[in-house]
Each structure stands twice: as C-alpha cells, then as structure tokens.
C-alpha cells in the first residue's frame, strides 16, 4: 500500500477531498470528534491520582540533600529531583536543570532569549538578517511553531528510518552560520515513533558547526516511555558522544509523561 510519502501531490489532493466526505458524513451522524493526539484515556489518568494525596501535612519536607522544600531552594535547586532525573537522562545531576512542567514553554523561552540575549555572549539572533533552523520532517508540529513564531526560516530534512538524513544537516550545518538550530525527538520520533541510530548520534557529536550559537534542541521526551511496554530502542547518550568529540553543543529537554 502507497504512504503518503510515495504520494503526488494530486493524489494527496484527492485522498483528502474523499477524507473531508467520509468526515462529513460521520459528523453527520452527531459523533462529537476530539483530533487532540497523545490525550491519555481515563485509566491513565486514574494511575495519577495518588500524586493528589501523596503530600500532606504529615510529610517530611527536609530532603536527603538538606533543604526544606517549603522554603525557597537553594542555588542548585533541589538536589533529589536532579538526581532522580539524572538517572532518566542516564547523565550526572550536575547536568541537569529542572525547570517548570513543560518542556515547550522551555523551549520557546529558550529560543525567546536566544533571540533577545543570544547564546552565551554571540550576537542576539533578532540582530541577525537571517536565522535559519533544520527541522527533521515529518516532525512534531509544535516545534514548528516556536520557530514559525520567530519568523525563523525553517528548512526541511528528510527523515529516514534511522533519523534525519545527517548528509544534509552537515551539509547545512558545518557550512552556514545563519542555521542555528535543529529540532530533534531521538527516540520513538514523532509522528513515525522511529528512534536515531547510533551512527546518527555520532554524527550529531561530531557535527562542525560554522555558527559558535548552533544548538541541538534535543527533545527527549519519550526517554522513559518504554517502561509501559516490554519493546524498547535503546539511543547512544548524545552527551556522552559530545564529551568524547569535546563539542558541546546540545540541548536536552525531558517531558515526564505520562501526565
Ligand atoms: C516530542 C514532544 N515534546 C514535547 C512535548 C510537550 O511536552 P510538555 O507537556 O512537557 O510541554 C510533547 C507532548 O506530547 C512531545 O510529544
């Protein structure tokens, strides 16, 4: 059966005409359709009620590392939930900064200080004529946005079975200095849930970039999602890869599904 990456455009045309009557006809029938993705069912969401009651007054708010948590943190924030992330991430707690509760507000802040204050001292992005960002497609349509937001000129890669095709991105990469970004989910990459080969994490390691602000916003936000099901990909430590090509040059965002 043809995907709808073998399709022309004519074709795709058409199929979605046919689609859009299937859908009236169905909507006719007064189904009422929620299109949201990823929305957990009612069971899952019942998995997460104990976190509603797992804190009370009879809690011991010291943690292990010294800090009251009913106070303000301190400089390095709270030492046991690095750690327990750490251990998700499979990297140092010192690695880690835990943030708020979602991940794409941090992105978006982190590409909104990028634009405003640049990235570690270099020039601020808005400043820039051109700001370019390599987005892996078929990819997550909200990262998407938060460069669509900022006018940032996004270019298509090509996704294979084994991640983008990283011909290009060093192509790109290692020879343009107004492409600044690359939107990544390394593991079970949405929409096809394919996971980067170890070749294609090496070769973002060990990725020249011609611009001293490129960043890979790697979003791995399915890090722990196997742990609901027996099958599971395995993917290189992106960091570790780094540490070892002494290019420091990535971005790691974690998503604690399920909510
Ligand atoms: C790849 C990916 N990144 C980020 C998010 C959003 O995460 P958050 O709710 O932490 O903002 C999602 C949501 O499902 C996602 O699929």
């Given at each position: 059966m043809?995907?709808?990456?073998?399709?022309?455009?004519?074709?795709?045309?058409?199929?979605?005409?046919?689609l859009d009557e299937q859908f009236k006809t169905e909507e006719a029938k007064g189904h009422s359709f929620n299109m949201a993705r990823g929305k957990p069912g009612v069971s899952q969401l019942v998995l997460s009620m104990p976190m509603l009651s797992v804190i009370n007054d009879e809690s011991d708010m010291n943690t292990v590392l010294g800090n009251d948590t009913r106070n303000y943190g301190d400089w390095?924030?709270?030492?046991?939930?690095?750690?327990?992330?750490?251990?998700?991430?499979?990297?140092?707690?010192?690695?880690?900064?835990?943030?708020?509760?979602?991940?794409?507000?941090?992105?978006?802040?982190?590409?909104?200080?990028?634009?405003?204050?640049?990235?570690n001292g270099s020039k601020p992005w808005c400043k820039l004529d051109k700001v370019k960002f390599l987005c892996p497609v078929p990819g997550y349509d909200r990262?998407?946005?938060?460069?669509?937001?900022?006018?940032i000129e996004m270019i298509n890669i090509p996704m294979r079975d084994d991640g983008p095709d990283m011909d290009l991105v060093e192509q790109y990469v290692n020879h343009d200095d107004a492409v600044k970004g690359i939107w990544c989910v390394p593991k079970y990459s949405n929409p096809t849930g394919i996971s980067y080969s170890d070749e294609v994490v090496r070769r973002f390691a060990n990725l020249k970039p011609k611009a001293e602000d490129f960043r890979i916003f790697w979003d791995n936000a399915y890090c722990i999602h196997h742990l609901y099901d027996d099958r599971q990909d395995e993917i290189l430590n992106i960091l570790d890869e780094c540490e070892k090509q002494a290019t420091p040059i990535w971005f790691t965002f974690f998503v604690p599904h399920p909510k």
């Amino acid at each position: 059966m043809k995907t709808y990456a073998d399709m022309t455009r004519e074709e795709l045309l058409a199929l979605k005409a046919e689609l859009d009557e299937q859908f009236k006809t169905e909507e006719a029938k007064g189904h009422s359709f929620n299109m949201a993705r990823g929305k957990p069912g009612v069971s899952q969401l019942v998995l997460s009620m104990p976190m509603l009651s797992v804190i009370n007054d009879e809690s011991d708010m010291n943690t292990v590392l010294g800090n009251d948590t009913r106070n303000y943190g301190d400089w390095d924030g709270i030492g046991e939930c690095r750690r327990m992330m750490a251990g998700m991430l499979g990297v140092q707690k010192d690695n880690v900064i835990v943030c708020g509760n979602s991940s794409l507000n941090i992105m978006y802040d982190t590409v909104v200080r990028s634009m405003v204050r640049g990235v570690n001292g270099s020039k601020p992005w808005c400043k820039l004529d051109k700001v370019k960002f390599l987005c892996p497609v078929p990819g997550y349509d909200r990262h998407f946005k938060i460069t669509e937001v900022f006018d940032i000129e996004m270019i298509n890669i090509p996704m294979r079975d084994d991640g983008p095709d990283m011909d290009l991105v060093e192509q790109y990469v290692n020879h343009d200095d107004a492409v600044k970004g690359i939107w990544c989910v390394p593991k079970y990459s949405n929409p096809t849930g394919i996971s980067y080969s170890d070749e294609v994490v090496r070769r973002f390691a060990n990725l020249k970039p011609k611009a001293e602000d490129f960043r890979i916003f790697w979003d791995n936000a399915y890090c722990i999602h196997h742990l609901y099901d027996d099958r599971q990909d395995e993917i290189l430590n992106i960091l570790d890869e780094c540490e070892k090509q002494a290019t420091p040059i990535w971005f790691t965002f974690f998503v604690p599904h399920p909510k």
